[in-house]
């Protein structure tokens, strides 16, 4: 038993991550849950939480799949967020269910593009410590 806690207490060993799907569903819902720091209720200790899920999902993880990581958050966060599209289109738009909710789909995976390419860059521009981007906190 003490060499269960010994090994896992060494800072030294690389640690095994978890696999690739497991942060990818996490950034998905962490994405989705940030519309409910929003009106109309008002969880502001969500905006907070969510976008950190989203960074310690990318902790240590290549430029490729924080592409990856960050498309899947703007996805959750663009679909749900912009889920009352679907009153407008649907309702004033005349259009049926499928196609609506197909076209708010579409429009998530447009505009989650713009969170892909943020978290690229961030893996790509600044690999090691999530404190490298500010200049102030990198130093300590």
């Known amino acids: 038993m003490r060499a269960y806690f010994d090994k896992l207490l060494k800072p030294s060993e690389q640690h095994k991550q978890l696999p690739f799907i497991i942060p990818l569903l ?42 990856f990581l960050g498309w899947s958050f703007g996805f959750g966060l663009w679909f749900v967020g912009a889920f009352w599209l679907y009153t407008s289109i649907h309702t004033y738009g005349d259009t049926n269910s499928f196609l609506s909710v197909l076209m708010i789909a579409v429009m998530a995976i447009l505009m989650g593009l713009f969170t892909a390419v943020q978290t690229w860059a961030y893996r790509r521009f600044f690999p090691r410590n999530p404190t490298d981007f500010c200049p102030t906190l990198g130093s300590i």
């Open 26 to 67: 996490i950034s998905l819902v962490s994405g989705a849950v940030f519309s409910f720091a929003l009106a109309p209720f008002h969880w502001w200790w969500l905006a907070i939480l969510s976008p950190a899920l989203l960074y310690a999902c990318l902790k240590g993880r290549n430029p490729k799949q924080a592409l």
